[in-house]
């Protein structure tokens, strides 16, 4: 009987769904196993196949925990918030809801039929009202919260109110946006307004003033992620620099935490050292730099006081509020032009600029230790977000203070004894220090950390500064100006935000007649009637960006149906966290960092009962796309084929890879494609035109996507599966090739007529052969699994199928056990083998066989026989035969004789269980 796939795939997924095979419940007793995907954000386009290679690659490993034993959780759900609906809304008049439904419906088809053991009856939308309701219950809970640093916790904003009001800042340790101080009496004499700004300081989801990507044409904040070059990924509009009073969460609170946390974690160490790059921790000093003839000081934050000595300038992120108090009269022309330049670059952008440019102030400061008046510039290449915005600048000892110093002919003197300022030696870092020009603060001859603890000392016991630890990781900004997001349960009375009662939840999002701002630029909220409270108040016109229904997603799907908690806690004490994370490299810190924040801000408030979300996390890598290529003769309408093109003047077109199979292009499709090549000529190679190709990302705009369902339809969705984990690690990158897909196919068909020649009858053992083949299977497969190498699973079956062939095995027990093991991979076809074998219930349960060391023993070891190290001949003796044995069965076997001719040999090498090797 031939394979039919549609029929088995439609069967088996069928009954899966009718049996409910695949619904997770909370087992007490029964160990347990949390499997996560990133979800996906559906688009209208649907699933590509790169899309599918991280959830087949976790599908497997669910599986596999499941015939281990385990109880498995493995949910779905979709990312549904995001710009790419809102601005097809705007584009169509369509609600954004409409758009999400249909490319959720969309998706799922296409998940549904690759075979996923996915438990939809936890599926989340993060633009449900019954989700999103918690993703506003815990910002009002951060609103309400405050990060005592005493207790290393979120602590709530009325113990601090209760501090105020006994004894002002005195004592206080917090979290905040700037350090306060104020008594009891001051504090109490407050007006609500200014009590509600001192509390906006300490707040975990508070409002403050921060630098954002301001796109106006969209009308929005957008995230870093969203800007390229200075433009919005969608729609390529400008972007500025701007800033904006927003809703922010205290993410830099947590840096210590986030940073302690990684050592418990089973991730990549690339993966850690990005988070901990991102987080940033620097030991260093807070020095003040006098400005010339300002009543006021710069401070800058060094990680190498030591080096004070050698700054010759200090440069202001042009985002500082410093710049605008230093520009002098005659430079104001030249710094507004520059401040207008560099608007345009995300910071993301500027860290990775090696252009050099800036502009003087035209002030000066004072350095504190060295006494020296040193100039005060502008370069976009100081971020506003780390340390205080200002540097000093050290040229003799940083590549990027060396590159500014050189461009704009600025002093560099060396501090390292021996050193000279070439561009070789700028960065040194090491040996002596020397500095004989200040007698308070001798720095010669020690070692460079000696020198730095000295300067440490010096800078508090002058008084001009403070040893301090600072972090890279900035505050989330968590406002969007759009429609389509979670709505903030956030009210205005008298210009101060209040939160609303947990119990109005959810704040469900108001209709609108066009989601586009309004004509006086108020966010697309402005344009909704009676956007008030019952009392009448105002309510937020911002909504929350996409994060915020991703950073706690994992939480619900623990207890999705629970309408009075996130998650109880009988369902967290239970899943606990997630054992395995699969997604992509893309979020290794957006995302990851925002979900350990979340996930520890619920710890704190004892909501959760792990500190970490994710304990171990895989990154898929990409299925890139294989484009191709015709080449049109220039000026004309003829296209030549790719071995001839060098003898012409061409230009290449790309063309859809559906017109093309194995490199050769259907020229009637390609004639049919496009209206202006319904004439086009060809010159064929042999009859026929072959296009040329090139391995890039997959894309609709390079028209190299190859549609799953495509695919699953030809080819079946098992053989789906086993191609992609057979093109290679799933870490890594890989280019698609449809003509490759052919021998996972064949194999499976294969597998399928070695189970029609089956002896259903047979109830007798598997002969030793068939026991080793089986056991080395289960040894290789095991551990392919749990070091996530499915590439070699693949083929290891299919070495297994080849010896099952050759032995011409006809057990069904073989079968059995190759069944259990493939069923992770291909669960089709395993499902129908499970049924047809006789077995009960479904394979998704069948026990994970164990192996058996005795099974892979050698009866017997081939030994390469060498003379005068040539291989002359093979020779099979008994396994635990001893190197003596070994040597004499060597030198008596038939073919020997002929070797040695007579001769006697000087010695005989036997290395046990490789080689003999006979020197005469």
């Known amino acids: 009987m031939e394979y039919n796939h549609r029929e088995i795939e439609q069967r088996w997924q069928q009954y899966w769904r009718d049996n409910k095979i695949y619904r997770a419940e909370e087992k007490p007793g029964k160990k347990k196993f949390y499997v996560l995907d990133m979800f996906p954000y559906p688009s209208g386009a649907g699933l590509h196949v790169g899309h599918p290679l991280g959830y087949i690659a976790s599908d497997i490993y669910s599986r596999f925990k499941r015939q281990q034993g385990f109880n498995v959780l493995h949910p779905m759900g979709y990312d549904a918030y995001g710009l790419p609906a809102e601005q097809y809304a705007i584009q169509t008049g369509q609600h954004p809801e409409k758009t999400t439904v249909a490319n959720i419906a969309r998706y799922r088809e296409q998940l549904d039929k690759i075979g996923f053991s996915f438990d939809w009856s936890r599926e989340i939308r993060t633009c449900d009202p019954e989700y999103y309701k918690w993703t506003q219950w815990a910002f009002i809970k951060m609103f309400n919260s405050y990060y005592d640093l005493d207790a290393d916790k979120a602590m709530p904003i009325e113990n601090l109110v209760a501090r105020f009001k006994e004894s002002g800042t005195e004592g206080i340790h917090a979290a905040c946006s700037k350090e306060l101080k104020f008594t009891?009496?001051?504090?109490?004499?407050?007006?609500?307004?200014?009590?509600?700004?001192?509390?906006?300081?300490?707040?975990?989801?508070?409002?403050?003033?921060?630098?954002?990507?301001?796109?106006?044409?969209?009308?929005?904040?957008?995230?870093?992620?969203?800007?390229?070059?200075?433009?919005?990924?969608?729609g390529g509009y400008p972007v500025e620099q701007k800033v904006m009073n927003q809703w922010c969460l205290r993410v830099s609170a947590y840096a210590p935490r986030l940073l302690d946390g990684l050592d418990t974690l089973q991730w990549s160490d690339s993966l850690k050292e990005t988070q901990r790059n991102w987080i940033g921790r620097s030991e260093g000093a807070e020095m003040r730099f006098p400005v010339v003839g300002k009543d006021f000081d710069l401070e800058i934050f060094t990680t190498r006081a030591d080096t004070s000595f050698g700054v010759t300038f200090m440069v202001l992120a042009p985002e500082s509020k410093y710049v605008e108090m230093l520009v002098t009269p005659e430079q104001k022309d030249a710094v507004d032009a520059y401040l207008a330049e560099v608007s345009h670059k995300t910071e993301r952008e500027r860290q990775i600029d090696k252009k050099v440019s800036g502009v003087f102030t035209g002030s000066y400061a004072l350095n504190p230790i060295s006494g020296k008046e040193i100039p005060i510039w502008v370069s976009d290449y100081v971020l506003a977000g780390y340390g205080t915005g200002a540097i000093m600048a050290v040229p003799a000892h940083d590549s990027r203070d060396y590159a500014f110093a050189r461009h704009f002919n600025l002093p560099v003197i060396p501090l390292i004894e021996g050193a000279d300022v070439s561009e070789e030696s700028f960065d040194a870092k090491e040996g002596k220090m020397i500095n004989s020009a200040n007698e308070k603060?001798?720095?010669?001859?020690?070692?460079?950390?000696?020198?730095?603890?000295?300067?440490?000392?010096?800078?508090?016991?002058?008084?001009?500064?403070?040893?301090?630890?600072?972090?890279?990781?900035?505050?989330?900004?968590?406002?969007?100006?759009?429609?389509?997001?979670?709505?903030?349960?956030?009210?205005?009375?008298?210009?101060?935000?209040?939160?609303?009662?947990?119990?109005?939840?959810?704040?469900?999002?108001?209709?609108?007649?066009?989601?586009?701002?309004?004509?006086?630029?108020?966010?697309?909220?402005?344009?909704?009637?009676?956007?008030?409270?019952?009392?009448?108040?105002?309510?937020?016109?911002?909504?929350?960006?996409?994060?915020?229904?991703?950073?706690?997603?994992?939480?619900?799907?623990?207890?999705?149906?629970?309408?009075?908690?996130?998650?109880?806690?009988?369902?967290?004490?239970?899943?606990?966290?997630?054992?395995l994370y699969v997604g992509g490299a893309e979020h290794a810190t957006g995302h990851l960092i925002y979900s350990r924040f979340w996930n520890k801000f619920l710890y704190d408030l004892g909501v959760v009962v792990e500190p970490e979300p994710f304990k171990k996390l895989v990154n898929q890598g990409m299925i890139q796309g294989r484009s191709n290529f015709v080449y049109r003769i220039k000026d004309t309408n003829t296209f030549v084929s790719k071995g001839l093109k060098d003898q012409y003047d061409v230009a290449p077109i790309r063309v859809d890879i559906s017109m093309v199979s194995n490199d050769v292009l259907d020229i009637e499709r390609f004639r049919a494609w496009r209206p202006e090549f319904a004439d086009a000529e060809f010159i064929l190679e042999d009859g026929k035109y072959n296009c040329g190709?090139?391995?890039?990302?997959?894309?609709?705009?390079?028209?190299?996507?190859?549609?799953?369902?495509?695919?699953?339809?030809?080819?079946?969705?098992?053989?789906?599966?086993?191609?992609?984990m057979f093109l290679g690690p799933v870490e890594q990158s890989k280019p698609w090739d449809t003509n490759g897909i052919d021998g996972a196919n064949r194999f499976l068909k294969k597998l399928w007529g070695h189970y029609g020649k089956l002896d259903h009858s047979c109830t007798a053992p598997m002969t030793k052969e068939e026991l080793k083949t089986m056991h080395k299977l289960i040894k290789k497969v095991t551990s392919d699994i749990e070091n996530f190498s499915f590439n070699t699973s693949v083929s290891a079956f299919m070495v297994a199928l080849n010896e099952l062939t050759a032995q011409k095995s006809v057990n069904p027990a073989a079968m059995e056990i190759f069944t259990r093991l493939i069923a992770p991979f291909a669960p089709h076809i395993a499902e129908e083998f499970w049924h047809g074998l006789g077995k009960e219930g479904s394979v998704v349960d069948a026990e994970w066989p164990e192996y058996d060391e005795a099974n892979l023993k050698e009866d017997s070891v081939k030994y390469p026989v060498s003379f005068n190290g040539k291989t002359r001949f093979m020779l099979d003796v008994p396994a635990d035969a001893t190197k003596g044995e070994v040597e004499a069965a060597a030198l008596a076997a038939p073919d020997a004789e002929k070797w040695l001719g007579g001769k006697t040999p000087k010695r005989v090498i036997v290395v046990p269980g490789k080689i003999v090797n006979i020197v005469i």
């Open 184 to 234: 009891a009496d001051e504090w109490n004499a407050y007006t609500e307004k200014e009590k509600s700004d001192v509390l906006m300081n300490y707040r975990i989801a508070y409002q403050g003033e921060t630098m954002v990507n301001w796109c106006e044409a969209l009308g929005t904040v957008l995230a870093n992620d969203e800007v390229t070059e200075g433009v919005s990924v969608r």
């Open 441 to 579: 603060l001798d720095l010669n001859g020690l070692e460079v950390k000696e020198a730095i603890a000295k300067t440490k000392r010096y800078i508090e016991e002058a008084g001009i500064g403070r040893v301090k630890v600072n972090y890279r990781l900035r505050d989330a900004i968590f406002s969007r100006q759009r429609y389509w997001g979670e709505p903030f349960p956030v009210y205005y009375k008298d210009g101060v935000a209040h939160v609303m009662d947990e119990s109005v939840l959810p704040l469900m999002l108001p209709e609108v007649d066009a989601y586009l701002p309004t004509s006086t630029g108020e966010p697309p909220l402005g344009r909704a009637k009676n956007w008030k409270t019952p009392e009448g108040y105002p309510i937020e016109l911002c909504t929350m960006p996409g994060f915020a229904g991703s950073s706690a997603y994992y939480l619900r799907y623990m207890d999705p149906h629970n309408s009075e908690a996130l998650v109880g806690k009988e369902a967290d004490e239970y899943w606990r966290n997630v054992d």
């Open 693 to 724: 190709y090139a391995v890039e990302k997959m894309s609709k705009s390079m028209y190299n996507v190859v549609n799953p369902d495509d695919i699953v339809e030809r080819y079946g969705a098992d053989t789906l599966r086993l191609y992609e």
